[in-house]
């Protein structure tokens, strides 16, 4: 006899969003995990069950919940072709950053902060950069990424900055294609201190700049290519950046970046290319013409 929770994956897998929701009123855990290591919800994701996501979601169903092959309802709705589907998953990882981000800067206003990644201390090694819970703030197998990202925002050449150095993956990258100058923007002491011993301060078209990008605006001029990749922030921090590349980005320039805030496990990258519109905003990938 079939469990509720195995009754679930099924009537999500079947697009039954009425049984799904009475099957949720009885009992029924949104978070279930079938003997495959799936959800309801990425069995509805795979299947392009839109009105069951949004139903399980409201049930409180884990957005970001990972299968064993260390895929998210996210990855199975757009690996499907399901971008109505994706589309929801991705705005409800959102909702939740938008969310978290909030109650983490009133946390913090108040005092009672756990800790703040800018004053713990990381570690490295020849493939990962872990912070002090140690979680990976960035690791080795970014680096065709971040080579795909530097070829974007160097394919015209002139100035390029980077926001956020890690490991310095996309730096390197930078670094191959020549560029006039090359600004990095670097916040953790530990990672700028290293930067400074491997050479990055003595290099001719390089200029470091030590600080949050909140902070160290004002030292900012216009770019040709702009790359943002930054660790322990959130959405509305992405978004606050967004709202100053009219004025950091030249015309014609390429703006990318990368990072987790979104509705499926893969870390979504975005170019724009700047013309007459004056926003790079969205999940998707926009070029301005």
């Known amino acids: 006899m079939e469990t509720e929770g195995e009754q679930l994956c099924k009537a999500a897998r079947n697009g039954n969003v009425d049984k799904v929701k009475t099957l949720i009123e009885s009992g029924a855990d949104a978070s279930y995990f079938d003997s495959d290591g ?7 994701a795979k299947l392009g069950q839109t009105d069951v996501i949004r139903a399980l979601l409201e ?34 990882g959102i909702q939740a950053e938008l969310i978290l981000g909030t109650i983490a800067r009133k946390t913090k206003k108040s005092g009672d902060s756990e800790g703040d990644y800018l004053v713990d201390r990381v570690s490295f090694s020849e493939d990962k950069l872990m912070d002090s819970d140690s979680k990976a703030v960035m690791m080795a197998w970014e680096k065709p990424l971040m080579e795909a990202h530097a ?3 160097c394919s015209g050449g002139g100035n390029i900055l980077n926001v956020g150095f890690g490991m310095g993956l996309v730096d390197t990258a930078i670094q191959q294609y020549g560029p006039a100058t090359h600004t990095i923007i670097e916040a953790h002491p530990d990672v700028y201190k290293r930067m400074l011993r491997t050479g990055w301060g003595k290099k001719d078209n390089v200029k470091i700049i030590f600080g949050r990008w909140q902070d160290v605006f004002s030292q900012l001029e216009s770019y040709d290519g702009i790359f943002f990749d930054t660790y322990g922030e959130y959405y509305e921090d992405l978004r606050e950046f967004h709202q100053h590349l009219p004025k950091l980005l030249k015309p014609g320039g390429i703006y990318s970046f990368f990072n987790g805030l979104c509705g499926d496990n893969i870390m979504q990258r975005i170019s724009c290319r700047k013309r007459t519109s004056p926003m790079c905003m969205g999940w998707i990938y926009h070029q301005f013409l």
Not at 38 to 44: F, K, R
Not at 60 to 86: K, V
Request: charged share 10%; hydrophobic share 50%.
């Open 59 to 92: 049930a409180g169903a884990p957005w970001n919940a990972l299968s064993p092959s260390n895929q998210s309802a996210g990855d199975f709705a757009m690996d499907s072709g399901h971008q109505e589907a994706f589309e929801v998953l991705v705005y409800a």
């Open 38 to 44: 799936l959800t309801p919800l990425m069995h509805a």
């Open 151 to 153: 070829k974007a925002v």
